[in-house]
């Protein structure tokens, strides 16, 4: 059992180191917050592209969205599903209709009663596609008739999503889904304000103006310096949320947190540099939480070279991923050999990774066999090929870029040109096919192997690798209609096999997460699925 010490010793014991940093002035408490209030400061890694729920994907914006939102359904500090703003729903016998019953007196951060007129209007507005929200597949692969909407091809009237009054949501699928409790509580599933939202698109950047109906409202926000988040007085349980802010610290370096975090200007922080892994793990505030993800990199499929499944196979097979993990990352992971991760437990009881196997790819390099695939293709000299190997502003994803690059080069002689650029620069090239291959990663907002295969699914993906299949689309579609639990994990290892084995993705580990929070900080949870719940978070004195 850990020891827990108060949160003023440990900052009694710090003041020194306090007074020597650069960057207490960085590090401050927001404008408003007093002494004597319960400020929880957290590093998260980058800026956010959107702070709209229904809009975006980006995980940076996670920790914004869990604790200013509250879905139908949350989790609570077991990683638990539990109701949310649904006080409690009635499903039919064969499973397609829900009826939600609201919470009485739940209001926005505008002091306003949340209805289920606001969760029509903000899933409207996903399925609305000239909207361009990234999740909007989340929906209208379940919902009945919202395929048709979001393609134009009915009215709203003809969606599943009907406000029977203020407090009542009924909400009819297309075929049952086992998981669609777990879908509810995503964050593109949340609410916005009706009122709000309908007379200004701006909201969400409008920060004195930001709505929320979650334990926490936006308060400010300094880009590229920290989102501060102060508690919702309206929220409905604000009486069981210890905190008065959440200051949530933007470090793109993740050696700056940690010294940050060492000198006591912060109480916990999502990631830990690679590099300081061996020395931080046997600590007691050193935490690694075991997530449903996988860390992969995209081929750009129109790609000159990547065009060919057997280049992509060649570059796929040729990496040491053991190396990767314990030499360069010097972490828990495990090395990647399919896209959909363990931890899914399939309807015959096995896991869905074990039963779905390797698809050839093995933690060491098979170099003489990526050779020959690249003579197959016609490159007996593999130093004709150049890659461009593109990723985001990251510490520990540039050390997997020069890696990759350098096993390339070393393995096999292929060239490489190293490219780097900020997220919302690397996105618009992820879309625009601007890339050869590029750093990426799925980390599940539900337990089902659905949260990766959809990610490529359709004419018009989320993630961009010009790679397309009539065929995977129906594997999934098959898998989504049938009420037959074997059928459908049937249909999810064939669409995975299709998907595989033309090596679209270049998978690399498995998720473990580093991270570090304060031994006086109580009360908290990061889900398999990354979810940060911190409502319940006690600062012990």
């Known amino acids: 059992m850990k020891q ?15 007074a020597s940093t650069a960057l207490c002035g960085s590090l401050s408490l927001s404008a408003g917050a007093e002494e004597s209030e319960q400020v929880f400061r957290y590093a998260i890694t980058d800026d956010p592209d959107s702070l709209d729920p229904g809009y975006t994907l980006n995980s940076f914006a996670s920790p914004v969205f869990y604790n200013c939102f509250v879905g139908l359904v949350r989790y609570n500090t077991d990683s638990e599903l539990i109701p949310g703003a649904a006080a409690d729903w009635t499903v039919s016998d064969d499973g ?21 007129a606001d969760f029509e209007y903000a899933w409207q507005r996903v399925l609305t596609a000239e909207f361009g929200a990234s999740g909007a597949y989340m929906l209208y692969n ?19 999503i009907k406000v029977l009054d203020d407090l009542t949501l009924e909400v009819t699928l297309a075929s049952p889904c086992s998981y669609f409790t777990a879908l509810l509580a995503t964050w593109t599933y949340m609410p916005v304000c009706k009122a709000v939202v309908s007379e200004n698109e701006d909201w969400a950047t409008d920060y004195d103006n930001y709505v929320s109906n979650g334990p926490f409202t936006i308060e400010s926000y300094r880009m590229g310096e920290a989102i501060y988040l102060v508690k919702n007085e309206y929220y409905w349980l604000k009486d069981e949320v210890s905190l008065d802010r959440i200051n949530l610290m933007i470090f793109q370096d993740l050696t700056t947190a940690l010294n940050a975090y060492e000198a006591g200007e912060l109480d916990g922080m999502t990631k830990v540099p690679s590099s300081s892994i061996s020395s931080l793990k046997g600590r007691d505030d050193f935490y690694s939480i075991s997530l449903f993800s996988n860390t992969y990199w995209m081929f750009n499929t129109t790609d000159e070279y990547l065009s060919d499944p057997l280049v992509r196979e060649a570059l796929t097979i040729s990496i040491d991923r053991t190396a990767l993990i314990e ?11 399919g896209h959909v991760p363990y931890g899914y437990i399939q309807s015959d009881g096995q896991d869905f990774r074990e039963a779905g196997g390797d698809y050839g790819i093995t933690a060491d390099p098979q170099i003489d066999r990526a050779l020959e695939l690249l003579a197959e293709a016609g490159y007996e000299d593999p130093s004709e090929i150049t890659i461009r190997v593109c990723y985001y502003t990251s510490d520990t994803v540039k050390k997997v870029a020069e890696t990759l690059a350098s096993m390339w080069e070393t393995n096999l002689g292929i ?13 618009d090239q992820i879309l625009d096919l601007d890339y050869g291959v590029a750093a990426m990663g799925d980390s599940a907002t539900y337990m089902h192997p659905m949260a990766f295969l959809q990610t490529y699914q359709g004419s018009e993906p989320p993630l961009e690798t010009g790679w397309r299949s009539e065929e995977y689309d129906a594997y999934l579609a098959q898998a989504l209609s049938t009420t037959d639990e074997a059928e459908a994990d049937e249909c999810l290892h064939a669409a995975e096999d299709l998907f595989m084995n033309d090596y679209v993705l270049l998978p690399l580990y498995y ?12 009360n908290w949870a990061i889900t398999a699925c990354s979810i940060e719940v911190f409502d319940g978070i006690e600062l012990l004195e």
């Open 415 to 427: 060239n490489c040109e190293i490219e780097s650029s900020e997220w919302s620069v690397f996105y």
């Open 142 to 160: 379940y919902i009945e008739n919202a395929q048709s909407y979001y393609n134009g091809e009915c009215e709203w009237e003809d969606v599943g």
């Open 327 to 337: 030499d360069v990352l010097q972490t828990s992971s495990t090395p990647a050999t």
């Open 511 to 522: 998720g473990s997460s580093a991270m570090m929070m304060k031994d006086y900080v109580s």
């Open 4 to 18: 827990k010490i108060s949160r003023r010793a440990f900052l009694q014991g710090s003041a020194a180191a306090l």
């Open 96 to 116: 397609l209709v829900w009826t939600f019953t609201l919470n009485e007196g739940m209001q926005w951060s505008n002091g306003t009663d949340v209805t289920a």
